[in-house]
């Protein structure tokens, strides 16, 4: 019997069966590792050495700069949960957008697409819209399945627009530029925002009942929504216009920046007179120029080179304890809290990883690399049936284990089989990611899920945050199959992207 076509696969049954009796991953990863290695060894199949590498492997992880961006973030997120950032921007987008049908929903998802661009991080996009418009949309006559639905498929934006935590992960495993996954991103973003949109407009038009509008006696601003809204949209097609004009003038990267500031700056002067008259457009500028300011310390810097996905953190955490200090929010209690989350999920991550590397370490050991490569090269359907089976495996495995587990443990392996059928590895990274955002949406072990369920109301029911992500699970598998089909676009869009 060939010792070595029989050891990877009882490797894997080994560790499917620790995995299904409960036991911690990072600690069966690591028990799995150990008793294949000490057997391997008895039975010849690779030398005692072989494990003395392990202890660089960890020296390795302990010094890799990239994953300290992890704790950065997550710390930045926690911090801005506290901050009061969430519940300003929340409450000044629901005026802004209360007097249409589906206005409160269409403010929850802008608000999610801009908390995901400033932390990175679920759990506190899910918390913070929990706790500050659930309550309100139910108050006002939101079906209690769409209000769930709409914050659970917002905060999961997190998953999928920079800077997230996944997409540093993804470009760590895969070994490509965290610099061109946040690029490549950046199309799947914009199109999972923009069908989250229409979905909310199809239930204004053909369910009006299902997402109201505000009353009047709702809206301390009432009449005054049309004139904010036109003045925000004038500042978007200031900022294109001097873009595209530092482009044409082919200004450096730096200096067609500051074009764009100062150009915003010269309009505000300008609609000086308009900000004072209007209490709601000057909210709304008060309350979405912090948040800018943080996209740019953190996305910005990094898109344009001026930072380290590691050191646009580090800034990240710097803008968001300023922002919590100004808005009086900064204490030891919360600095406690934020410091504690960050060592649990750091710690984490470490001890994953520690394990996925002795079970790789030993699983190379016996040629499981070679097993693996043979097995999804000899697929059918070449390219195309390999997509297909790694999609529909990592969709399956987002409703048991988190995308932490499925990034260390699974995606390895995986990318085995895109490097023998020359995938490229940033466009591969970013169909897994668009995955991945299911994992947070999908029973039994969703955690959007549970964290919603930790700060909903008694009334809407478990059934109801369960039944309402279905329709984002399926918007989110759509824009999967989108950014498939429009491989070619986004790659050139990497290839070509001016910073």
């Known amino acids: 019997m060939d010792l070595y076509a ?27 590792g150990i008793v294949f290695g000490f057997l391997g060894i008895a039975l010849d199949l690779f030398p ?6 392990m ?8 010094s890799n700069q990239l994953l300290l961006a992890i704790p950065f973030f997550t710390f930045m997120g926690i911090i801005l949960e506290k901050s009061g ?32 661009a400033t932390t990175g991080v679920v759990a506190a996009s899910v918390m913070a819209m929990g706790l500050i418009s659930l309550p309100v949309m139910l108050k006002y006559g939101y079906n209690p399945r769409i209000a769930s639905g709409v914050i659970l498929g917002s905060a999961t934006l997190a998953q999928i627009i920079p800077p997230s935590v996944v997409l540093i992960v993804l470009a760590d495993q895969l070994g490509v530029s965290v610099g061109d996954m946040y690029v490549a991103a950046l199309v799947p973003s914009a199109l999972t925002v923009g ?3 229409l979905y909310v407009i199809y239930l204004a038009l053909f369910r009006p009942q299902w ?17 904010a809204a036109f003045a925000l949209l004038s500042y978007l097609l200031v900022a294109v216009g001097s873009w595209k004009l530092g482009e044409f003038l082919h200004l450096p990267g730096w200096l067609e920046g500051l074009e764009v500031l100062l150009g915003l700056a010269l309009w505000t002067l300008f609609l000086l007179p308009r900000i004072r008259r209007n209490p709601l457009l000057r909210r709304a500028l008060l309350s979405m120029v912090p948040p800018l300011v943080l996209i740019f310390l953190v996305l910005g810097t990094v898109l344009i080179g001026l930072a380290t996905p590691t050191e646009a953190g580090a800034m990240g955490v710097v803008g968001a304890l300023l922002l919590a200090a100004l808005n009086r929010r900064l204490s030891f209690p919360v600095l406690y809290q934020a410091m504690e989350g960050t060592a649990k999920l750091t710690a984490f991550v470490i001890f994953i990883l520690i394990g996925s590397t002795l079970f790789s370490l030993v699983f190379r050991g016996v040629d499981g690399d070679l097993w693996v490569e043979g097995f999804l090269t000899g697929l059918p359907g070449g390219e195309v049936g390999f997509i297909v ?41 970013l169909l897994v990611g668009v995955n991945l955002q299911t994992s947070f ?3 039994p072990f969703g955690f959007a899920l549970f964290y919603l369920r930790n700060v909903a109301p008694k009334e809407v029911k478990t059934l109801d945050i369960y039944l309402g992500g279905i329709p984002f699970i399926g918007l989110q598998l759509l824009v999967l199959v989108l950014t498939y089909l429009l491989r070619e676009p986004i790659m050139e869009f990497v290839r070509n992207f001016r910073f």
């Open 6 to 32: 029989v050891m990877p696969p009882l490797m894997f049954a080994a560790l499917v069966v620790f995995l299904l009796s409960g036991y911690p991953v990072a600690f069966s990863l690591g028990a799995v």
């Open 48 to 53: 005692p050495a072989l494990l003395k590498a």
């Open 55 to 62: 202890p660089d492997r960890i020296f390795g992880i302990m």
């Open 85 to 116: 950032l969430a519940e300003d921007l929340l409450d000044t987008m629901g005026r802004l957008f209360g007097p249409l049908r589906g206005g409160l929903a269409l403010s929850v998802v802008f608000v999610g697409a801009i908390l995901a």
């Open 195 to 197: 069908l989250y949109f």
């Open 211 to 227: 997402v109201p509008a505000l009353p009047p006696e709702a809206r301390p601003e009432a009449g005054k929504e049309p004139e």
């Open 389 to 429: 089976f790694v999609m529909i495996l990592v969709f399956l495995l987002g409703f048991f284990i988190d995308f932490f587990e499925i990034a260390f443990i699974a995606l390895p392996l995986l990318a085995l089989g895109a490097d023998a059928l020359n995938i490229d590895k940033v466009w591969f990274g």
């Open 441 to 443: 949406l999908t029973p």
